[in-house]
Nanobody, 129 residues
């Protein structure tokens, strides 16, 4: 069992930066692929970024590529999302997810929310224009 707790959300102006963090419980953090998803009101949950178990591979949605960076620290059981050049359309609740599904070893598996086993409660990010 893994518990995920997100933090770092807030209200910022367009062009600003935020750094989200996700703290995971348990001693097997390094065995989980990790990802960030987001959901805006009235929309489906959307993939943002993912990182492999070792941190050696990352994958981004086209909408955030070049602006967001995902990273992890397996010694501290944390995964982070550095968000730069924020836009109003980035406004959403951001969720951290963890999974051990073998499909997550492949880049094409990473954007699929059904492949993840554990989810955090989410943190709100609001970007004003």
């Amino acid at each position: 069992q893994v518990q995920l707790v997100e933090s770092g959300g807030g209200l910022v102006q367009a062009g600003a930066s935020l750094r989200l963090s996700c703290a995971a419980s348990g001693r097997t953090f390094g065995s989980y692929a990790m990802a960030w998803f987001r959901q805006a009101p009235g929309n489906e949950r959307e993939f943002v970024a993912a990182i492999s178990r070792s941190g050696g591979s990352t994958y981004y949605a086209d909408s955030v590529k070049g602006r967001f960076t995902i990273s992890r620290d397996n010694a501290k059981n944390t995964v982070s999302l550095q968000m730069n050049s924020l836009k109003p359309e980035d406004t959403a609740v951001y969720y951290c997810a963890a999974g051990q599904n073998p499909a997550l070893s492949l880049l094409r598996g990473m954007p699929q929310p059904g492949k993840y086993d554990y989810w955090g409660q989410g943190t709100q990010v609001t970007v004003s224009s």
